[in-house]
């Protein structure tokens, strides 16, 4: 692979676009739908949406802006307004993006709910947002039917979409496009009001105003390179903020490209739309990448410009597969439902450079990261672990709080404001770069040693045989804690008293000879979210 740059500092122009950015989208004149959707030509592709058989159709402008105004005003009659919630229950397509562009020319706030969820996860959300309408897929619909989950008088009405009935085809039929300006909420108002994934408690409401498209358009830029020429695909579901954030609204406001596929994953089919539709920037989660290296190999037809990853740190060997099998190394890059990505070994010219193993980059411009000290709100020397946070006084800083969790928020902040807790663990090197450590409650501390269960998870899927691999803390009477490891093993593989002396001898040898996992599990999956992250709570529960 060629030598990139090694630039010590974002060069100012980096800074120039990053002040036009903010003043664009943080203005109070700013309107979501202009913002998003009308200031594109009529005649621009938004999305090319995709369906498993590989058949296709293109969404332009134009026909976005007809059919979101349409559906505004069917929203309007149905008593929505400014600061109103409507919630999405749908899948990739081209209604839910028109039920979007609708709800946001309301002056509505869009709640989004994944369709992996069950009914308590739905309704829980809806009731904690004070949902109004919910736009849901007619295959979704039966699990908003009133039961042990459901209240039986709900405060939210239905429009479902698609199925004998459509009900969301026919009110576009019946109400015509125009209606008058679209609403304008200015960059403090709420766009989107999306849920944590609640992994460490009860999922969190994180208000999101329009000026954080300021940040996600940036990244798009910065971290992905994202140019006007690129078949753009980024694989993560609109459900969650990657998706949402990265396949859609950054997509929107910039007026590039995007696909949608109307499909769960498989390798083939990735694979599949990958050399069918020429794909030359793709974005996905480590779990997507590493599917696809276990399974077959890429068509000859696949090459890529650009790949990344989020959501979960990549281990080495996904890195080296994708040299070799996709034309370019796959880069990780970090950040949050709170704020987006933040943090990420960046693509574009001028911040592109050399990757070193297991870093997960540098703070994009617009924002700044630090590692503060686990005792102290104090800057950490580079190579000590600590805190992973973000500076309050970065440009590109958005997130004002959760939704009526006033405890919840002062405990994301140190005392004097200044740095936000990510809840993440890491350090930093001589240069700058970040390392991702751990979540702060998945470190394991063994006989005083900090242990971070991706330094050992990396080593473990190094093994031919291993697949994924989860590693929490056990308490050990004598230690504190102790590692213990889930390993899901590729197929046809076994897992043997002997396999599991084979893995643990290759942690003592790749990283430390303390660190080694006391128990081996072999299991058939690892819990995960529906984003994909690992739940290792559930693991230490046994």
Known sequence: MPTETSPAQPQPRFAARVADLVDEYGGPDACAAQLLCDRHPADAVAFTIIDADLSAADLTYGELRSRSEA??????????????????????????VTALLGIWRCGAVHVPLFTAFAPAAIAFRLTASATKVVVVDAEQLAKLAPGDDVPADPEWTTIVAGGDADEFAGLLAEHAPGGGEPWRSGGDGVL?????????????????????????????????????????????????AYGLYYAILAPLASGVRSILVRAGFTPALTWGVMERFGVTNFAAAPTVYRSLRAGAAPPAGVWLRRASSAGEPLTPDVVEWSSAALGVVVRDHYGQTEHGMVVANAWADGLREDVPAGSMGRPLPGWVCAVLENDADTVAAPGSAGRVAIDTESELFWFAGYLDAPEKTASRYTPDGRWYLTGDAGQTDDAGRFYFSARDD??????????GPFDVESVLVMHEHVVEAAVVGRPDALRGEVAEAFVVLREGAVGTESLAAELQRLVKEKFAAHAYPRTVHFVDALPKTPSGKVQRYLLRRG
């Open 71 to 96: 559906f505004a005003a069917a929203l309007r009659g149905r008593g929505i307004g400014p600061g109103d919630r409507v919630a999405t229950l749908m899948g990739k397509s081209a209604e839910l």
């Open 192 to 240: 989107v009001e999306l849920f944590t994934s609640g992994t460490t408690g009860t999922p969190k409401g994180v208000p999101v105003p329009v000026r954080a498209l300021a940040a996600f358009h940036a990244y798009q830029e910065f971290g992905l390179d994202v140019r006007d020429d690129d078949v753009f695909w980024n694989a993560a579901d609109p459900g969650w």
């Open 442 to 451: 998945d470190v394991i501390i063994m006989a005083g040693y900090r242990i």
